[in-house]
């Protein structure tokens, strides 16, 4: 799968040689990061607080309810990247946003309440995974910063990496 502006979302099925569009995701906001836990099941983000999900691999989306829990000067974040490792889900975006689920994306509520505004309104993360349900790794706009959870993305700690580049994606 790969997506774009306006919704637009294409997907191969044999290696990458050839691709095909799939049908109107409902969204024509653009599309930022992608997830699927399996053949059939997938997750997409992007522009003002999309998150789309599919369970018949691609051929109909349906708008899942993520509500960021900061419009800062009232816009709705980007969500930049999605994760799903078992049940647990993560979201991550513009001004520091972070929404976890615990029911393998079915619902959605907000973590990163804990920062203060002004750290809030200059973060941007932009990648996260989580590589067990309980572990998961996010950076974006953190300078030589990594945020980590070890309880399913219920507490973040902001850690030293001890490099001086910045980092980008997990």
Known sequence: YAAGERGF?????????????????GTLNWLYG?????????????LNETVIRTRDGGKSWKKVNASADKRF???SPIYRDISI?????CI???????????DGGNTWKPSATFYSREIRELMELRSVCFVSPQRGYA??????????TEDGGLN?????????EWLRAV
């Open 139 to 148: 950076a974006g706009e953190l300078g030589n910063k990594i945020l980590t």
């Open 92 to 102: 991550v975006g513009q001004n520091g946003t972070i929404i976890i689920s615990s």
């Open 34 to 46: 992608m997830t699927f836990t399996d053949n059939l099941n997938g997750f997409a983000v992007g």
């Open 73 to 75: 000067y009232g816009f």
């Open 85 to 89: 490792n078992g049940s647990t889900g």
């Open 9 to 25: 979302l294409i997907k191969t099925t044999d290696g990458g040689r050839n691709w095909n569009e799939l049908p109107t995701t």
């Open 156 to 164: 973040w700690t902001l850690r030293n990496t001890g490099i001086s």
